[in-house]
């Protein structure tokens, strides 16, 4: 085990809403990424915190943010939501020069 | 974005030795290389790195050779368990500058009994 959470584990929602998603980062790792993985397909980047900041952004659209907390836990918000949306979404924390290590994701379905 | 090339997919037995390569021309000087295990819905999970040589833990070994252009993964003796998805990353561990690590589709290794 990684030691990242990630919560819900499963969820359903439609057209048009919006949900969060949390990530609790591995003890000491300060830096927390997102991605998104549609079936059969490779994870896809969409945006890493540093220090409460964003430094870094895949090619998402703005409806796609976040947050990180003084305690590195961290939040992806999605509005708008869209039936290409569903997906796992996966946390990854990391740390200096340590490599990232992934939470068990979230697995988002949009009706 | 340091792109990577892998097989699409890899068939083995259980009990032989499994070995994936990644071809990676465009390594820069500073990049480490980075394999993951993906199970269906689960997250990556890490199984080794490596910036040159050889590196080898519980699990697999990561064969670089010089030029470091491509790396190899090797699984010993394989189980049925071992049937995943696996994904080569090359990148800049130091700067965490993980926007730059590119994942592909990654290789399918079927493991038969």
């Known amino acids: 085990e990684t030691g990242v959470t990630q919560s819900p584990t499963h969820l359903i929602k439609t057209r048009g809403q919006q949900v969060t998603l949390r990530c609790s980062s591995q003890?000491?790792?300060?830096?927390v990424s997102w991605y998104q993985q549609a079936l059969g397909q490779g994870p896809q980047f969409i945006f890493q915190?540093?220090?409460?900041?964003?430094?870094g952004r895949g090619n998402f659209p703005p409806r796609f943010s976040g947050l990180q907390f003084p305690n590195y836990s961290s939040e992806l918000n999605v509005n708008a939501l869209e039936l290409d949306d569903s997906a796992l979404y996966l946390c990854?924390?990391?740390?200096?020069?340590?490599?990232?290590?992934f939470g068990p994701g979230t697995r988002l379905t949009v009706l | 974005l340091a792109k990577t090339t892998q097989p699409i997919s890899m068939d083995s037995y259980e009990g032989q030795e499994v070995n994936i390569t990644c071809s990676h021309n465009n390594i820069a000087t500073n990049d480490y290389i980075t394999w993951y295990q993906q199970f269906p819905s689960q997250g990556p999970r890490f199984i080794i790195q490596?910036?040159?040589t050889k590196v080898t833990n519980e699990v697999a070994s990561l064969f670089i050779p010089a030029d470091r252009k491509s790396s190899t993964l090797s699984l010993p003796r394989v189980s049925l368990s071992d049937t995943a998805v696996y994904y080569c990353l090359v990148g800049d561990i130091l700067l965490q500058a993980f926007n730059k690590f590119y994942f592909g589709s990654g290789t399918k290794l079927n493991v038969k009994p």
């Open positions: 003890s000491g790792h300060n830096t």
């Open positions: 490596g910036y040159k």
């Open positions: 990854a924390s990391s740390s200096g020069t340590d490599t990232q290590y």
């Open positions: 915190y540093y220090r409460e900041e964003e430094n």
